[in-house]
């Protein structure tokens, strides 16, 4: 009898500790981690197809003297406008979904994380055998979003508006990882749930 893989399907909302969640099974069990992230940034490499769309619908506005693409611009126009969000998203999810399937099949391990933080949002629950949400309240949550992004206030909700609630992730969650407190409670049940 063979064992059924573990696919951990890591989410939550905007900062809510997501990556120091994944870094820490990355390190402290050696579990490989993809990060959906990092494959959407690859998505946008410059002269890749994407990216050359998203130039041709939005031109230089979003575009750094460097031709590669001005986050924060795109940031502005997509947390705004739920037309251009999923537009957007029709040019990303399809290619982060492909990037998952090829990695996955040249995967062993018999336990794998995957980080995403739109798992719900971009349709990728298939993808995974366990979902686990990383969870905060909602003033922690603004407060660790403005700091590391250097947002206003204002931006800050736009951006934890723009997706599914994290009341919703958390009742649609196998584990739910609270990262109210410290570090060390947030490894501890890291470690409990591994």
């Given at each position: 009898m063979t064992l059924k893989r573990r696919l951990i399907g890591l989410t939550g909302g905007i900062a809510t500790g997501k990556t120091t969640v994944s870094n820490y099974l990355a390190k402290k069990y050696q579990i490989p981690v993809l990060d959906a992230d990092i494959f959407a940034r690859e998505a946008v490499t410059p002269d890749s197809d994407i990216l050359t769309a998203i130039f041709s619908r939005y031109g230089d506005r979003v575009k750094l003297p460097s031709s590669s693409l001005n986050r924060s611009a795109l940031g502005e126009i997509i947390f705004n406008d739920s037309s251009e969000k999923q537009w957007l998203e029709s040019q990303i999810h399809p290619y982060v979904r492909d990037r998952f399937t090829s990695e996955l099949g040249k995967i062993t391990a018999e336990t794998v994380v995957l980080s995403i933080p739109l798992l719900f949002e971009a349709n990728l629950t298939?993808?995974?055998?366990?979902?686990?949400?990383?969870?905060?309240?909602?003033?922690?949550?603004?407060?660790?979003?403005?700091?590391?992004?250097?947002?206003?206030?204002q931006q800050a909700q736009t951006r934890i508006k723009n997706q599914i609630p994290l009341t919703k992730k958390v009742a649609l969650a196998d584990v739910v990882i609270d990262n109210n407190s410290d570090?060390?409670?947030?490894?501890?049940?890291?470690?409990?749930?591994v």
């Amino acid at each position: 009898m063979t064992l059924k893989r573990r696919l951990i399907g890591l989410t939550g909302g905007i900062a809510t500790g997501k990556t120091t969640v994944s870094n820490y099974l990355a390190k402290k069990y050696q579990i490989p981690v993809l990060d959906a992230d990092i494959f959407a940034r690859e998505a946008v490499t410059p002269d890749s197809d994407i990216l050359t769309a998203i130039f041709s619908r939005y031109g230089d506005r979003v575009k750094l003297p460097s031709s590669s693409l001005n986050r924060s611009a795109l940031g502005e126009i997509i947390f705004n406008d739920s037309s251009e969000k999923q537009w957007l998203e029709s040019q990303i999810h399809p290619y982060v979904r492909d990037r998952f399937t090829s990695e996955l099949g040249k995967i062993t391990a018999e336990t794998v994380v995957l980080s995403i933080p739109l798992l719900f949002e971009a349709n990728l629950t298939h993808l995974v055998t366990e979902i686990w949400v990383v969870f905060c309240d909602e003033a922690t949550q603004l407060e660790r979003l403005q700091k590391r992004n250097n947002l206003s206030l204002q931006q800050a909700q736009t951006r934890i508006k723009n997706q599914i609630p994290l009341t919703k992730k958390v009742a649609l969650a196998d584990v739910v990882i609270d990262n109210n407190s410290d570090l060390t409670s947030l490894y501890q049940q890291c470690d409990r749930y591994v």
